[in-house]
Nanobody
Framework: QVQLVESGGGSVQSGGSLRLSCKIS????????MGWVRQTPGKEREGVAA???????SYAESVKGRFTISRDNAEKTLYLQMNNLKPEDTAMYYC????????????????????WGQGTQVTVSS
């Protein structure tokens, strides 16, 4: 049984940083595509960042240069380092696993994953 548990969300001021973590069980990180997806009320889910099994990463244009996705295979944890946060980054952030490809995640609306975490809220105030 695959389980994903996010942590690290919170409230910060514009320009601040947060690091999201996603602890994963029942899934081998280095063998598949994983990513972070965010959603605000009334809007579609947006793929923010993703990483393929071979380590290739992809980012949405809106976060390039500010967000970094990484993983620790030994700790079975996926991370999202978010710097220079902006109010428009405010959303519920979901960790997800088993996607087709990292570039599809950030290119598509409502990206498809087989496994999802419960989400962690990020709020950025101006």
């Amino acid at each position: 049984q695959v389980q994903l548990v996010e942590s690290g969300g919170g409230s910060v001021q514009s320009g601040g940083s947060l690091r999201l973590s996603c602890k994963i069980s029942g899934y081998t990180l280095e063998t598949g595509c994983m990513g972070w997806v965010r959603q605000t009320p009334g809007k579609e889910r947006e793929g923010v960042a993703a990483i393929d099994g071979d380590g290739t990463t992809s980012y949405a244009e809106s976060v390039k240069g500010r967000f970094t996705i990484s993983r620790d295979n030994a700790e079975k944890t996926l991370y999202l380092q978010m710097n220079n946060l902006k109010p428009e980054d405010t959303a519920m952030y979901y960790c997800a696993a088993n996607c087709a490809s990292s570039w599809i995640v950030v290119a598509a609306i409502n990206p498809v994953f087989n496994y999802w975490g419960q989400g962690t809220q990020v709020t950025v105030s101006s």
